[in-house]
């Protein structure tokens, strides 16, 4: 057993962002009244966290393969737990600020100018390749982890971990509930599907507590920074991936999810993080084992292995 139980670099930046959520938490009592439940949930995720650094010293696969996958657990409680945090810490939504922002950019509502192309079909279509998002970090992280390449996969996911905690800054910063509640009274159609569209926006709408999350695109960020892994990592995924990724950032602003700054922000903080992991993860990422690589005792003579 290791004596010196490992903290991987996305340890690391999952207990800062629970010590963060606890202080600004701590700052809202005691007027939030769900501050409280909140303190437990954060304390709960950090000793678990905790609990798996500790029983990840030995060879026990199940504790290895919990220790590798817990973000897709922490991550869906922490977002669903700002709908009960950031309406304290932020209240006020900065939805026509962004607004005016696209309309300096662009002269025009984007989902508003865009209804000339609506079809059902198409909004079929992109409504799956948006729901897409919720499964292609996961389809990355199974791929390159059952190729057993610890540090390809730490390292890919501290990039998407850190990605969505630097995109939850934002959520705080600029609170805005998006293009689809904000500019609902200039869409003269809507957008109906033609098999499970209507379906599966609905059923996203209900699970979402949290709807202030427009800026930045987090859909944007995320995916960006899968494809540029698969890439680099599982080259087969990129081609699989490219056409889901490009459909899928055109449905952040065609299904009036997003107004186009929150995507251009969400391009940035792509490559933000992909600056940050490159500079930050060697610092805490420490191999598998502490052992150093055995050395090939050839004789250079014989090139027969020598006797130590």
């Given at each position: 057993?290791?004596?010196?139980?490992?903290?991987?670099?996305?340890?690391?930046?999952?207990?800062?962002?629970?010590?963060?959520?606890?202080?600004?938490?701590?700052?809202?009592?005691?007027?939030n009244?769900?501050?409280?439940?909140?303190?437990?949930?954060?304390?709960?995720?950090?000793?678990?966290?905790?609990l798996?650094?500790?029983?990840?010293?030995?060879?026990?696969?199940?504790?290895?393969?919990?220790?590798?996958?817990?973000?897709?657990?922490?991550?869906?409680?922490?977002f669903?737990?700002?709908?009960?945090?950031?309406?304290?810490?932020?209240?006020?939504?900065?939805?026509?600020?962004?607004?005016?922002?696209?309309?300096?950019?662009?002269?025009?509502?984007?989902?508003?100018?865009?209804?000339?192309?609506?079809?059902?079909?198409?909004?079929?279509?992109l409504?799956?390749?948006?729901?897409?998002?919720?499964?292609?970090?996961?389809?990355?992280?199974?791929?390159?982890?059952?190729?057993?390449?610890?540090?390809?996969?730490?390292r890919?996911?501290?990039?998407?971990?850190?990605?969505?905690?630097?995109?939850?800054?934002?959520?705080?910063?600029?609170?805005?509930?998006?293009?689809?509640?904000?500019?609902?009274?200039?869409?003269?159609?809507?957008?109906?599907?033609?098999?499970?569209?209507?379906?599966?926006?609905?059923?996203?709408?209900?699970?979402?507590?949290?709807?202030?999350?427009?800026?930045?695109?987090?859909?944007?960020?995320?995916?960006?920074?899968?494809?540029?892994?698969?890439?680099?990592?599982?080259?087969?995924?990129?081609?699989?991936?490219?056409?889901?990724?490009?459909?899928?950032?055109?449905?952040?602003?065609?299904?009036?999810?997003?107004?186009?700054?929150?995507?251009l922000?969400?391009?940035?903080?792509?490559?933000?993080?992909?600056?940050?992991?490159?500079?930050?993860?060697?610092?805490?990422?420490?191999?598998?084992?502490?052992?150093?690589?055995?050395?090939?005792?050839?004789?250079?003579?014989?090139?027969?292995?020598?006797?130590?």
């Amino acid at each position: 057993m290791d004596e010196n139980p490992r903290m991987k670099p996305v340890d690391v930046i999952t207990y800062l962002a629970l010590v963060a959520l606890i202080l600004a938490t701590v700052m809202t009592q005691p007027a939030n009244p769900h501050g409280p439940a909140l303190l437990v949930k954060y304390s709960g995720l950090a000793a678990t966290l905790t609990l798996l650094w500790w029983l990840d010293r030995g060879q026990i696969w199940i504790v290895r393969l919990l220790h590798a996958f817990y973000p897709l657990i922490f991550i869906p409680i922490l977002f669903d737990s700002f709908a009960d945090l950031l309406p304290w810490v932020s209240p006020t939504e900065r939805d026509p600020f962004l607004i005016r922002l696209d309309l300096a950019l662009l002269g025009t509502h984007p989902t508003v100018w865009l209804e000339r192309f609506s079809h059902p079909l198409l909004t079929e279509v992109l409504t799956w390749a948006y729901t897409s998002y919720y499964f292609l970090p996961a389809i990355l992280a199974v791929t390159i982890y059952r190729r057993g390449k610890t540090e390809d996969f730490d390292r890919a996911v501290f990039g998407l971990v850190f990605c969505f905690y630097l995109s939850y800054i934002g959520y705080f910063l600029v609170p805005a509930v998006g293009p689809r509640f904000t500019l609902a009274h200039l869409q003269r159609i809507d957008l109906p599907g033609v098999f499970l569209a209507d379906t599966m926006r609905d059923t996203l709408n209900t699970l979402e507590r949290f709807k202030q999350d427009a800026f930045p695109s987090g859909h944007t960020a995320i995916v960006l920074l899968v494809l540029f892994y698969a890439w680099r990592f599982a080259r087969g995924l990129f081609w699989i991936f490219l056409p889901m990724v490009v459909a899928l950032i055109f449905s952040t602003v065609y299904l009036r999810y997003h107004y186009v700054v929150d995507v251009l922000a969400g391009v940035l903080l792509a490559g933000l993080c992909l600056g940050l992991e490159r500079a930050l993860f060697g610092r805490w990422h420490r191999p598998m084992t502490d052992q150093k690589p055995m050395t090939d005792h050839r004789s250079p003579t014989t090139g027969k292995a020598g006797v130590q």
